[in-house]
């Protein structure tokens, strides 16, 4: 039977395991980050101190550290076992994707593009406590043309993976903040990024109604997934060869297409 976790009053923005699997993080678009026992559904404990929507979570490798971006204009790093909260970066508008990078030390986090602030990239190296306490980051990428709707870490923490409004996907480089690769295979806004477990691959779902599988190295295109809606998310297996995506229209929208709604089942 299925388990039904409730723990939120608005509609969940994103859900992530630890490394294990034996811990689950949710944040939604109220200001509560909750963290499960994934593997009886029971509540372990919360991270209060959000004021806004929360947009993104990450776990680092083992399950010490836990980084959360929202829309009160803040990026903030907690303490997973105790639920205290270590650092607190305050940004110029809302924080939509976060992530530590493969060993843990290295944070990166982006900011929409409101409010007449441009979209940035930021880098922070946890091991350096000045960087956080004067909230400056050791690297600031600016991203003029698009702003970026989901980003991940790509192998090593050596590059950052990007994906854009506009469709483009875009590969940084950590040390310099380069552009390394540039690929434009979707016509309209990537909404996930997630890469596979070895992370030689990552997946990308897509309001195009398609999602697409590249390699993480070269941006390399290698297969496509079609679907007749737009896909919100996507997944790879860590342990079979599959490929889940979920998605369904935005309810605004739902009124102005044909009759053949909604459709929100996982594929």
Not at 56 to 84: F, I, P
């Amino acid at each position: 039977r299925p388990i039904l976790l409730q723990g939120h009053e608005r509609s969940i923005t994103q859900i992530k395991y630890n490394r294990d699997g034996d811990l689950l993080f949710t944040v939604a678009k109220d200001p509560v980050v909750n963290v499960w026992y994934s593997v009886n559904g029971e509540r372990l404990g919360t991270y209060n101190g959000h004021t806004g929507a929360v947009w993104c979570v990450d776990v680092d490798w083992d399950t010490r550290h836990v980084l959360s971006g929202s829309a009160d204009n803040s990026c903030r790093l907690w303490d997973c076992e105790t639920g205290k909260q270590l650092a607190l970066l305050q940004t110029n508008s809302a924080v939509r994707t976060c992530g530590f990078d493969f060993g843990g030390n290295i944070i990166m986090f982006s900011t929409d593009k409101q409010m007449g602030y441009q979209c940035f990239v930021s880098f922070f190296d946890l091991r350096d406590p000045s960087q956080i306490d004067d909230n400056e980051p050791y690297m600031k990428i600016s991203c003029s043309e698009s702003k970026i709707t989901s980003a991940v870490w790509g192998p090593l923490g050596e590059n950052v993976i990007a994906g854009h409004e506009n469709g483009e996907l875009n590969l940084y480089s950590a040390k310099s903040g380069e552009i390394v690769t540039n690929v434009k295979e979707h016509s309209k806004q990537i909404n996930d990024i997630q890469v596979s477990r070895d992370m030689t691959m990552f997946v990308t779902a897509s309001k195009d109604c398609s999602a697409k599988l590249f390699d993480s190295t070269t941006l390399e295109h290698q297969k496509s997934f079609r679907t007749e809606r737009p896909v919100n998310s996507t997944a790879l297996s860590p342990i079979y060869d599959h490929v889940v995506l979920g998605g369904g229209q935005e309810a605004m929208d739902v009124t102005t297409t044909s009759t053949r709604i909604g459709k929100f089942e996982a594929r």
